[in-house]
């Protein structure tokens, strides 16, 4: 069995920080790339950045130069530093994870808001 739990959700005024983590636990050889997604009321899920098993990083033209993907690979977790936060930035925010030999798992998701 593998869990995928996010955290670090919340409430912030624009212009604010937040920081999500995401960490995988359970029978797990290995994760090969991690990514957070994002979904807001009536529209799709979206890809927001995701880090490879390498530490290549990629980001939606619409987060870069404010959000930041890390990984410890140690704790098999994932962090999304989200600064300069937009109303457009609210939104549940999910983790992906590709662990190897298992396929990819989806958290539950985190509530992230964003006051104008």
């Known amino acids: 069995q593998v869990q995928v739990v996010e955290s670090g959700g919340g409430l912030v005024q624009t212009g604010g920080s937040l920081r999500l983590s995401c960490a995988a636990s359970g029978s797990i050889f290995g994760i090969n790339t991690m990514g957070w997604y994002r979904q807001a009321p009536g529209k799709q899920r979206e890809l927001v950045a995701y880090?490879?098993?390498?530490?290549?990083?990629n980001y939606a033209d619409s987060v870069k130069g404010r959000f930041t993907i890390s990984r410890d690979n140690a704790k098999n977790t994932v962090y999304l530093q989200m600064n300069s936060l937009k109303p457009e930035d609210a939104a549940v925010y999910y983790c992906?994870?590709?662990?190897?030999?298992?396929?990819?798992?989806w958290g539950q998701g985190t509530q992230v808001t964003v006051s104008s």
């Open positions: 992906n994870v590709a662990i190897l030999f298992r396929g990819t798992y």
């Open positions: 880090i490879t098993g390498g530490g290549s990083t």
